[in-house]
Nanobody, 116 residues
Framework: QVQLVESGGGWVQTGGSLRLSCVASGRTVSTLSMAWFRQAPGKERELVAWIRTITNYADSVKGRFTISRDDAKNTVYLQMNSLKPEDTAVYYC????????????WGQGTQVTVSS
């Protein structure tokens, strides 16, 4: 079993920055595929960024968000810069053991609100 706990959400003005953290327990993050998703009210859940041996990003956040991993702290981060109101959502950390397929483990989510 893998447990994920997110933190770092909050309120920020347009153009501001936030850094989300996801602390994992039960397995080391270097052996997992890790990702950040988000879901805005009335919208489908969106895959934002993922990392295992390489990183990748949704087009909507490319160049503004950076996913990274600290193996010593067993933590994955999402640095979010140049935030826009459309980035407002609940952000979820997710993990899977396999390289492909559905994500098996989810955090509780952290709210990010960007005001215009």
């Amino acid at each position: 079993q893998v447990q994920l706990v997110e933190s770092g959400g909050g309120w920020v003005q347009t153009g501001g920055s936030l850094r989300l953290s996801c602390v994992a327990s039960g397995r080391t993050v270097s052996t997992l595929s890790m990702a950040w998703f988000r879901q805005a009210p009335g919208k489908e859940r969106e895959l934002v960024a993922w990392i295992r041996t390489i990183t990748n990003y949704a087009d909507s956040v490319k160049g503004r968000f950076t996913i990274s991993r600290d193996d010593a702290k067993n933590t994955v981060y999402l640095q979010m810069n140049s935030l826009k109101p459309e980035d407002t959502a609940v952000y979820y950390c997710a993990a899977r053991v396999s390289r492909y397929g559905n994500y098996d483990y989810w955090g509780q989510g952290t709210q990010v609100t960007v005001s215009s």
